[in-house]
């Protein structure tokens, strides 16, 4: 919770109390969604913020700003007391941003023998929109036949 976090995204796919994405994009503007200005993770994470609460803490797609189709970076994780950073420069449209919410206390054993906690942990996985193939307005996921599908995700640790 005390990394900071960057994504250069102004949107974000809203889910509803299921967690199934509704196919509405919500502005991340004046909301605790909003990382286009570096900041912790765990600052707004228990924020009384609907969206918030029916995943409890971070677990959204924010679709990224493009300039162009190329590789961009689209997003800095930084931890001030380790000194480590890792960028991100992806060729997808999403961004999936995972906080850890499920993640079940001392259930999940891990690297010399630490039991990973709720929240002790992060994802930023690069892809489609969720349930793209449902939603018109978000980006096509279907490959046709002879179609090659290539796409690239760079972690750089700096």
Do not use: W
């Amino acid at each position: 919770m005390e990394q900071n976090l960057y994504i250069n995204a102004n949107k974000f796919v809203e889910v509803d109390d299921e967690l199934i994405p509704t196919g509405n994009l919500i502005d991340v503007e004046n909301t605790p969604m909003d990382f286009r200005v570096s900041k912790k993770i765990g600052l707004d994470i228990n924020n009384n913020y609907e969206q918030l609460k029916f995943t409890g803490g971070y677990d959204h797609c924010y679709v990224i700003n493009k300039k162009h189709s190329g590789i961009e970076k689209i997003a800095i994780l930084s931890d001030e007391k380790s000194g480590r950073t890792m960028e991100v420069f992806t060729d997808s449209v999403g961004v999936q941003f995972y906080a850890g919410n499920f993640i079940e206390n001392n259930k999940v054993l891990g690297k010399d023998n630490h039991f990973y906690k709720n929240r002790s942990g992060i994802c930023l996985e690069t892809g489609f929109l969720p349930d793209s193939i449902n939603n018109k307005n978000f980006p096509s996921p279907i490959l046709k036949a002879n179609d090659v599908y290539n796409t690239t995700t760079i972690y750089k640790f700096v």
